[in-house]
């Protein structure tokens, strides 16, 4: 057994200042049964705790930290950056710069505003496509998560559903009946209330790739069907690039499958893991943003010198190398082949998703295709599986509603042992 006496020391001190000692719930190891690490630092692939021990690592800030821990190009133009001071509260250079990359990046933008989470993003999103629409309401997907907004915490994936509260508390009857949810990958049922109901519906938000029931994709035609739905019913198209924007192409989800939202949010990964998150789209929509339109949003740290140094290191080192989406990808399918080909040979349900550099073992034996098939897997093996990697040197996303991130920096000597671990593992759990 690893010795972990300091961070057990460290979150028995954490839970008395802070609720439930992290600051993220997910992060508290809750779901799986087991005592959060506290991180020391990380360097590539790895992750160190406080007590010393070192972790191959599959969460990378849950997506951001494409190119591994400690990338020398990153930190160097942080330090360059903050040698130039570390906010403003005025505007820069470095921000019109990669507002440019990235609307040569992205398909569908044309103008962007940054802020500085994800979900900022998607909350100004929103209202946005209310001031554009004059409409009230939005769709949502059940599993899918787009931060903690009011709006979105209903029928929510992630930390929402890991916790057990999808419908979170607080949230006002009269935010709530604004949010109409529906399952994920099915269109007709998004058809049939939008016939019904689309003059008062703004727009449809989703993760075009969903990250935060575990990894989910997009049945073939859905998101094409969406965005004919959407045209035909006069409403916004939203998508929830967070996690998938820049890691599954250099012009996120969107550029995979060939579907143009009107809407795009993004998070983490352009500030290069820095807390940064953006919106963008249709320069006709994103007008309307405050100062060059009416509909309101600001923020003294949008922008930040720093963050915006960190992301552009990062977003043209993506840029330039296209080829990193093809090596991301061969490692995750090597992965998940090596998993599977365990897995038959022992008697367990299981379904494997993965999609680029995305992948998740979900225990049952239905294809996951939305936040029903999702709910059926075995959590209880779940957990055991997740601490048992952990004692193996392994540290997976804590949760079977996430899933997990592949870097540049994953070596096939460290996918083999990934698949060894796995196999020892498994086999004595279902002894
Ligand atoms: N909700 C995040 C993943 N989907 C986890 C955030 C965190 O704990 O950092």
């Not at 942080?78 to 921000?95: H, N």
């Amino acid at each position: 057994m690893i010795d972990k006496s300091k961070s057990v020391k460290c979150f028995s001190e954490a839970q008395k200042f802070i609720p439930g000692g992290v600051n993220s719930p997910v992060r508290a190891f809750k779901a799986v049964g087991g005592q959060p690490l506290f991180i020391d630092s990380a360097d590539g692939a790895y992750l160190r705790d406080i007590d010393g021990n070192e972790y191959i690592e599959f969460i990378n800030s849950w997506g951001p930290m494409i190119l591994g821990h400690k990338n020398p190009m990153i930190q160097e133009a942080v330090i360059k950056a903050v040698q130039g001071s570390l906010s403003f509260g005025a505007p820069t250079a470095r921000e019109v710069e990669i507002a440019e990359l990235i609307c040569s990046m992205v398909p569908s933008i044309e103008k962007i505003r940054m802020v500085n989470s994800g979900t900022e993003a998607t909350m100004s999103a929103i209202r946005l496509a209310r001031g554009y629409t004059n409409k009230d309401k939005i769709i949502k997907f059940e599993g899918c998560y787009h931060g903690h907004g009011d709006s979105f915490l209903i029928a929510a994936g992630s930390g929402a559903a890991t916790m057990g509260h999808p419908d979170s508390p607080g949230v006002t009857e009269s935010v709530a009946k604004d949010t109409i949810t529906l399952p994920y990958n099915d269109l007709e049922v998004v058809e049939g209330i939008l016939v019904e109901a689309s003059d008062s519906i703004a727009a449809i938000i989703l993760e075009p790739v969903v990250g935060n029931m575990g990894c989910v994709l997009p049945v073939n035609g859905y998101l094409q069907g969406l965005r004919e739905l959407c045209d035909k019913h006069n409403v916004l198209l939203i998508f929830d690039e967070v996690m998938t924007g820049f890691r599954l192409s250099r012009g996120g989800a969107q550029e995979l499958f060939g579907v143009t939202p009107d809407l795009t949010t993004l998070g983490k990964i352009i500030g290069g893991g820095m807390p940064v998150g953006a919106y963008g789209g249709k320069k006709e929509i994103m007008d309307l943003v405050s100062p060059s339109g009416p509909v309101y949003q600001a923020g003294t740290l949008s922008g930040n010198p720093v963050a915006m140094s960190a992301g552009m290191a990062m977003l043209n080192h993506l840029n330039e190398n296209p080829d990193i989406y093809e090596s991301l990808e061969a490692t995750t399918k090597s992965m998940a082949e090596g998993i599977r080909s365990n897995l038959n040979d022992l008697d367990l349900n299981y379904t494997i998703n993965t999609i680029g550099s995305m992948f998740s073992l979900f225990f049952t034996e239905k294809p996951v295709v939305d936040f029903e098939s999702a709910k059926s897997c075995d959590f209880d093996l779940f957990g055991k599986y997740f601490n048992e990697m952990l004692n193996e040197g392994i540290y997976l996303a804590p949760s079977q509603y996430e899933s997990l991130f592949v870097s540049t920096s994953i070596t096939t000597d460290m996918v083999d042992k990934v698949v060894a671990a796995n196999k020892s593992v498994l086999a004595s759990l279902l002894k």
